[in-house]
């Protein structure tokens, strides 16, 4: 071991010999892959707090503090402008030099929060846009997965999703904006707050490492129930319902026995009443628990029931039937209580309130709810002529009918008659509208002709014309609200008091399951939202901000006191998620709305509506689904008149239908066919206002009965009526400012409308009005104007289309009768085929810009002398003329010509002895000269 190391000597090199190969080819070097690329963060204190930084936030402000990275960029778009962050690309921009062309990039990712911020639109979403020329990618929602929270977190969107089949984002050294869009032009926007953009190269994101999952949080644990000593209100389905006071129970089969003026009876689970009393006491309420029912019936004679709130709570029952007795005798329900708003600010009580509970009223209807007058039914009349026997069989003496005003020649159509004082005439003749003069029948026989006569028991106060119709008004069932019932705002202290001086008008409403279903019942003087102005109650409690099950207790405070609130309509489905069957009643009038369907699935068939000063059927959140049909709809006059573009934007859509309508729909997904509507209406007999905003959000509820493919869907402008529903062979007679409006309804395939007749009695209005629409075709239509005034008011139109210049029309088998104008023109089009347009003082009003051409029409009446012959119709430039001597600019009044080769070319410059009916020097194709067109000859009849 103590021995020296051996030494080892060294390795000889290898001894080298040379190759006779080439040598080999270097590989070509790779591209150098982009990096990841940070383009904002809450730490870059240079970019967030420099004239540099600022020049590439666009719209919007920095939060925070950049050196102790917290700063965030804060955007809240206005109507004008969207929030921008922009990548910029030489020092005219002033931002962000060189940065790389981002369809480089596999993803880009935000740090960011934000939210509705109260905005009624949305959801909130951002783009990518710029380059030459300017261009905009997809929009990326911020939904799902990728909605916005109140908590910073990072989203990673792929740039491929960005990218458009016709822009890949490059920007070719051009500025791009990251945009965070706003939504609508008015009302809160979304708010976005970012702290930091990257983009990720290609493989970044798949490369990081995996996040840690979180445990699954434990579920919030159910809300500590407020003490029932201190408790307001118990929460069912959409509603804090006031607690009730009941201080009589019942849990058997008896309806209590001494009851007196302001009890309160609650049937438990299990009590299955009978109640056939002739007469109650004025209940405070009668509520029917979870599990109980109660039957109204008559057993010996009619039932009466006096009572301020009748409740039916979910699981319970309420069955209000005249069928076991035949029809022999009636109950009548009357609604008879005050406010206190110091116990019910939101106003729900006084009336019947189905929060998920079980609802059936059958009762007596007549096999023919109207019959149409053959002869007109002078003042002072005890006679009524009907169109055939039908009516004989089942009407009977002491039935009670409703006459539509039919006053010819009231200014209906003015724009201003509110405020100028025009007043309807007031020539209804009905219960409740005129006391004094309700028609009654006291006999009914059947003429040699085969037609009814209804012998009254007291002359007519006023005309009714022939082609208008009687309505029959008398059922089994009545709900009504007490004598002197009024609204809120018809309290002498409506601004601030806490009871009402006065019962108040009592409201039926259901929501949820369970069931609501009637027939044969009149609803008298029910409703108590008005067409004012909606003010809403607003309240607040210790359990506010959660989602709590039915029966949870919490004590509201009111923090705005509202006087009009929504919903409290005559009859109404809330969001009921049973269909419901409504068939064969009568509602007389109402202060706004008469029977309401609401984010529901409704059947409405063969009612008779009278004096809903609203509307008398209301579609009113665009995602209602089911039939509109055979119902009587008359009109009072009632209504503000006032469009609903008036009210939208400041009311964020929550305001609508109060102008005087007989049906008005938010969405197209009904069907409304064979109604008949007459009388006066404020506004329009049929309206459709199908505007997205504030209701796209809103989605077709799953309904049983409802389409498949429907549920789940927002369905509003882009859908034609024919599509799921339809508008189909309608009728109106009486006087309006527009027979059927249309309002920012623009589906590709167009809208059909079918069989519609009008018949104006006004000296103003419209047969067909549309704002912001589209393409509507009209098979088999007829809009008749009575009055002679009417042709002298050129601006009484038979079809009129306003700030929709892309609109078009096509007429086909239809009519057109007695306007001032027949049809204002807009460049979209119209064409007309088989139809008629027959004495009407100008056919055409043409809008000062190019139209295309019109096809052949049977024409009549309307030019001087009513002479007869061949007429072409000319669309020369900006102006549409006939071969008239002299022409008349925008108003076409005709004349025949014979040869339109011999037409004066003085006379219409550019026109002379060409066949085509223009000089050859400019005829491109036949009939056509510099955007004139030649339409082909018209047969005068």
Not at 84 to 101: A, M, Q
Not at 815 to 827: A, F, H, K, Q, V
Not at 861 to 868: D, E, I, K, M
Request: proline share 8%; net charge negative; hydrophobic share 40%.
């Amino acid at each position: 071991a103590a021995r020296p190391l051996t030494p080892v000597p060294p390795t000889p090199p290898p001894t080298l010999v040379p190759s006779t190969a080439a040598p080999p080819t270097p590989a070509p070097p790779t591209p150098a892959p982009v990096p990841d690329t940070t383009l904002y963060s809450a730490t870059d204190a240079e970019l967030l707090s420099t004239s540099n930084g600022a020049s590439c936030i666009e719209y919007g402000v920095v939060q925070g503090d950049a050196a102790a990275s917290s700063a965030y960029i804060q955007w809240t778009p206005n109507k004008w402008h969207d929030g921008r962050l922009k990548i910029g690309d030489g020092d005219s921009t002033g931002c962000r030099v060189g940065t790389p062309e981002l369809y480089e990039f596999e993803h880009v990712c935000l740090t960011i929060r934000g939210g509705q911020n109260g905005a009624a639109c949305g959801p909130p979403s951002f783009v990518f846009a710029g380059g030459a020329p300017y261009r905009t990618s997809n929009a990326i929602v911020f939904e799902g997965d990728r909605a916005l929270t109140s908590e910073f977190r990072e989203i990673c969107v792929p740039v491929a999703e960005l990218q458009t089949a016709e822009w890949n984002l490059e920007r070719r050294h051009y500025t791009g904006y990251f945009r965070f869009q706003k939504c609508g032009q008015s009302g809160p926007q979304p708010q976005y707050e970012v702290q930091e953009l990257t983009l990720l190269a290609p493989g970044s994101l798949a490369a990081r490492p995996p996040t840690p999952v979180p445990p699954t949080p434990m579920p919030p644990p159910p809300p500590t129930p407020v003490p029932e000593s201190i408790a307001t209100h118990v929460k069912y389905g959409h509603f804090w319902l006031p607690l009730l006071d009941a201080n009589v129970r019942v849990f058997g089969t008896a309806w209590p026995a001494a009851l007196v003026d302001g009890d309160c009876v609650w049937l438990e689970g299990g009590a299955a009443v009978v109640y056939s009393a002739a007469a109650s006491p004025r209940l405070r309420c009668v509520v029917v628990g979870p599990g109980a029912s109660l039957t109204v019936a008559p057993e010996v004679g009619d039932v009466g029931m006096t009572v301020g709130t009748l409740v039916v709570l979910p699981g319970g029952v309420l069955d209000v039937s005249t069928e076991e007795a035949g029809h022999a005798h009636r109950v009548v329900i009357t609604f008879d209580g005050v406010l206190d708003r110091a116990a019910d600010p939101a106003e729900l009580l006084t009336g019947l309130l189905s929060v998920e509970g079980v609802v059936s009223l059958r009762g007596r209807h007549p096999c023919v709810i109207k019959a149409e007058l053959v002869e007109t039914a002078a003042s002072g009349a005890t006679e009524l002529v009907l169109a055939g026997a039908a009516a004989a069989g089942c009407w009977a003496a002491g039935d009670e009918l409703v006459l539509p005003d039919t006053h010819v020649g009231y200014d209906a159509g003015h724009y201003d008659k509110a405020r100028k004082g025009y007043t309807p005439p007031g020539e209804t003749e009905a219960p409740v509208f005129s006391p004094a003069h309700v028609p009654t029948i006291a006999a009914v026989s059947v003429n040699a002709d085969g037609n009814t006569v209804v012998t009254l028991a007291a002359p007519l106060a006023y005309a009714h014309l022939a082609g208008s119709h009687a309505g029959h008004v008398t059922r089994t069932i009545t709900l009504k609200s007490a004598a002197g019932a009024a609204t809120p705002q018809d309290d002498p202290d409506a601004a601030d008091f806490t009871v009402s001086s006065a019962p108040i008008r009592g409201h039926v409403l259901h929501t949820g399951a369970g069931a609501f279903d009637f027939t044969g019942v009149r609803f008298e003087r029910l409703g108590r939202t008005t067409t004012q102005l909606i003010n809403n109650t607003k309240t607040t409690g210790t359990l506010e901000g959660g989602h709590y099950p039915d029966g949870t207790l919490d004590r509201r405070v009111v923090t705005h006191q509202g006087n009009n609130q929504i919903g409290r309509y005559a009859v109404h489905c809330h969001h009921c998620r049973v269909e419901v069957r409504w068939a064969g009643s009568a509602l007389l009038e109402s202060p706004r709305d008469g029977m309401t369907c609401h984010n529901s699935r409704c059947f409405i068939e063969q009612n008779v509506i009278v004096g809903a000063d609203g509307t008398g059927v209301f579609g009113e959140d665009s995602s209602e689904t089911g039939v509109v049909a055979e119902n009587y709809l008359v009109g009072t006059g009632g209504g503000t008149s006032g469009g609903d573009d008036g009210r939208f934007a400041s009311r964020a859509g929550g305001d609508v239908a109060f102008g005087g309508f007989g049906a008005w729909f938010r969405g197209p997904l009904m069907l409304v066919r064979d109604n008949v509507a007459e009388g006066i209406f404020g506004l329009a007999p049929y309206s459709y206002f199908v505007h997205p905003k504030f209701v796209s959000h809103i989605l077709v509820p799953d309904v049983p009965g409802t389409p498949a493919a429907l549920v789940g869907e927002s369905r509003t402008s882009g859908t034609g009526f024919q599509e799921w529903g339809g508008f189909v062979n309608n009728r109106a007679f009486g006087s309006w400012g527009t027979a059927l409006d249309i309002s920012y309804s623009t589906p590709a395939a167009g809208n059909d409308i079918v069989g519609y007749e009008a018949v104006a009695l006004g000296t103003s209005g419209r047969g067909l009005g549309t704002t912001h629409s589209g393409w509507f075709r009209l098979t088999n239509c007829t809009f008749r104007a009575v009055p002679a005034a009417a042709a002298a008011n050129p601006n009484m139109y038979g079809i009129f289309r306003n700030n929709g210049l892309s609109t078009r029309a096509d007429l086909v088998d239809s009519r057109i009768e007695g306007y001032g104008t027949s049809i204002r023109l807009l460049p979209g089009g119209t064409t007309l085929a088989n139809t008629v347009l027959a004495g009407n003082t100008y056919d055409f009003k043409a809008w000062p810009v190019p139209h295309p051409v019109i096809a052949p029409a049977v024409v009549t009446g309307g030019y001087p002398g009513g002479a007869q012959g061949v007429e072409y119709l000319v669309v020369m430039g900006d102006v549409l003329y006939t071969a008239d001597d002299p022409p008349q600019p925008y108003d076409v009044v005709r004349a025949p010509v014979c040869d339109l080769a011999k037409v004066d070319a003085a006379l219409y410059p550019g026109f002379d002895t060409c066949a085509c009916g223009c000089s050859e020097a400019h005829c491109v194709d036949c009939g056509k000269l510099d955007g004139a067109f030649v339409v082909a000859k018209l047969p005068i009849v």
